[in-house]
């Protein structure tokens, strides 16, 4: 594994910037279109695109980014989980480019074209396959990411660096048959063809008019790639094959000189620096394609719920209740506290604000059934009382009545509302568990568990369970939608804070947080802002409620006796929430000796983030996707959202975990619609830390926000090397790790992993003692046979006998056979099935994962292998057959069959001309309809129920607006398809 590091170092020191940009850097032109910014603007414009196409929006608004917005409205948590997902498909991209970046296939150089095209392709395969897998869990949506990443990163890159643009510039048209199931139908110049001429690239713009080739695809040819070097020309030639070009592109200097890329507005990065902007936007366009276009998006035939998922698009619901049932038997006692912490917690953060519930429900319940309570409030402070007045007595026994206490939140909750449960016992009254699915569906209703225990935990009680079927709990939530989540006492307070607050977001954002010890002043300063609408400040430690006191800016006391101010104690903390606070400095009084732990939050639009980034040799940016290293330099860049842009006096502070200040520096912000962004160079010190961000509002008063990522320094690093492709059932593989001490001194440290499947091998933990600035590798094996399996695996490190994870690497290994699907090329009509059915053909095309090397079908069936594509075979026969099975083997392994329907109605398409039945409707000439089944298959000599499915996808084939002269391109022989959608029913989930 020393040796793969080494190999990624020379890589980098060989090969500069070679697509579009990873990230904007600390100088980079902030304009400039990278694969995070195409990304981000790309999932934009899907997410606006699904919401009006599919009627969930109806607005007067055109920008993507304001569609959006205003779809979330005063839901600024939910728009914020957007935001976080758009910026994980951007990090998927990213991470591809770090990954494969001497690979031409994913950059589209080299004239790597086909190939690259062919690469997307198969990968569609894989998500569609994802997709078709059932619900989207964890594991499923880290493996969709990762493979929509690569898709994206090919497909972006296609716009940078091949001639498209410059073919199109006019237009800037996407190329939707790059990358889909169909024909690729644009040439590609031959191996023999002079392609660009010699330019002079010291010169700004001089490049501009290099290209020989206007009527064919060609890409520039990078110093350090694969499949370099470039063809050789004659040292006195003046026209040869492109040169990627740039800064860092040695071969640059071979015809033809210069080179034709466009992945900067910088013209000594990139020779095409004048069509940066139309290749960046393009790549915007087609990354939106790939998610939704109607004609090749993988998302075409997706449902609206997984769609939300997939964006994150899911809004909290404003007219519901914020139910709760709680266990109040005696034995509760040591989790009540933890409940009433965690409960009034998420209440007073989010009384006042738009995310409130319309009103909320308490029931709780004892044992007799008949000591079952409900109460239902519209006033939160209200509310805040009750959970603050519970007590716990009685009881006794095991188990209690839960039924009945969900049974009367239910009654009294809006529909479509959620009820939280927090019981340590099974139910007593287990009878009732029909009747309460029935009224929890009635109302849409669903329910969620925070278990801490069970009554019965014998052998015997366990068999009863696994005869009986799923406990009383687990069918509620089976049947009705929810979570049951078992944990530990001590986890009370955390998980149900988490749960609470993915149902009613608080629009919270970090203010301030410190410790305040016995040594330091009484009196403590509060920022407030004028965006300010609710002020929550939180301290733990006072034994009372008179040993805090809150001040006015105008050195008024607070009172806490109104609706729009209230304070409660429980378990040594005090919580103070003001609604609608004036701005200004606020002065927090500790009256009595004790330390104190404050945190400040406010309900407000302008929150901030941050990431770190670390620049290569040549000036390449990546966004750190782990733990910084103590000492090191990086980039900090800070995004803050919704900040006025009258806002000013900008300043960066390193906070540690006590809010002690560890440095402070100016920052100088750029404006966006958006987001505003900036860029510092930092020196990681040794203590963990919090970025905030201080500056001025418009109307003159101080504002502070602190990004929520908690930066831990650490002194060694943790290289996971990826799997590329899927994992093959049934054989192990390797999970390779290599780490090294970036400390100063020798270190003991364990590596172990952890899988959700139970499928990696032991040992699973392996120590390594390293002297300073030394690394070792070592390996893990992970093994499935199952087929369609989907593992996530986690490789982490640690100090022998510590529990704090000093590196961590999560990845998704996906396990499968091979995958093929059949398309038809020419279909028989219904009427060419009678007794002349051996004069009419048919004729289809296979297409596999693999290479083919054996093949076999249907008798009177004939084929062929494509003469180009090994992965590919085309099929004919009679229209004697309704139905065709095409089995294929690779040289070594598992092969795949694909049944495919060669038999049309009288309504559908043959080979172009529309029937004549009754639901027959017009296409244009350029289009088809293609049925593409997509299998996931066990070994084809054994008799199974094959895994299948059913993607429609209609291919719109581009106009020619090029003529071909070279015989001798490169270019897939295969034809154009069409099936007609209506027969997807018939095909979808065929076993055979």
Sequence with gaps: MTTFVLLCVCSFLAVGTLAFKPTIGQGDDPSMYTHESITQKGVDRAAAKFLISSGILNTSTTDPQDIVKEYFGSDTNSYVDYQQRRQDFSVAVMNVYKTYHTNPDYTVNSERIHEAHNLVKMTRLEIASILSSGPLNDAKMNLLMAKVGKCLMIIQSFYSNTNWIEMMVNGGETFLNFGTIASFTMNVAASGTDTCRNCDYSMANSCNDNLLVHDRLTSGYLYGQLNYPKPVANSLATEGKCSHGGVNDLGKNTAATGGINKETPDWSWSPHAHLHNISGLTAVRATEAFFIDSTSGVLGDADQTIMKDIFKLNKALQDKSMGFVIDVTGSMSDDIKSVKR?????????????????????????????????????????????????????????????????????????????????????????????????????????????????????????????????????????????????????????VLDNVLKEDFPSSEAIIDCFVQTTLEDDTMDITVDSDTAVLVITIKGPYTLSQASLALPNGTVQTFRTKHATQYYSSHTVTMSIQRPSPGTWKLTRIGGDTWTVNVTASTYMYIDSQLKETDNFGISYVVDRNPIVGKNYTLEVLAYNLNSSSSAFTIILVDEQGSILSNQHLDLIFSSSKSSGYLPIKIPSKNFYVQLSGIDPNGFQFKRISRNLITPVGVDLIVKPIIGNLDIGTPHDITYTIRNLGDSAQTYTVSIVDDKGRVHSPTTRQHKLVAGTSVSGHFQILSSVQLEYVTYTVSVKLPGSGSVLQSSTSTAMFTGALCSSLVTKACALADTGSNCSLVTWSATAVFSFNVSTYTSDTNVQMTIDSTDRKRLHVSGTCCLDNITVSAKPSTGKGCETLQRVITLDEEFVDGNKGNGPHSHPVPSTSSNTLLIVVTVVPITTVAALVGFAIHYKVTAKKNKTKTTDSKEKTDHSADTCIDSTKQDQLNNKSF
Aim: aromatic residues 6%; charged residues 15%; glycine residues 6%.
């Design 342 to 494: 965690s409960l009034i917690s998420t209440l007073s953060s989010v009384i006042g604000t738009p995310n409130a519930p319309s009103n909320y429900v308490l029931s709780t319940f004892n044992d007799p059934a008949n000591l079952t309570t409900v109460n239902t409030t519209t006033d939160g402070d209200e509310m805040i009382r009750w959970i603050d007045e519970l007590t716990v007595y009685g009881g006794g026994d095991c188990p209690e009545y839960a039924m009945s206490g969900i049974l009367a939140a239910i009654g009294a909750c809006k529909p479509n509302s959620n009820i939280y449960i927090a019981t340590d016992a099974d139910a007593k009254d287990e009878y009732l568990t029909n009747t309460t699915i029935q009224q929890a569906n009635a109302k849409h209703i669903k329910l969620k568990f925070i278990l801490t225990s069970t009554c019965y935990s014998s052998i015997r009680r366990r068999r009863d369970i696994q005869k009986r079927g799923l406990s009383a709990f687990q069918q509620l939530v089976s049947n009705t939608g929810g979570s049951v989540l078992n944990i530990n006492h001590s986890d009370v307070t955390s």
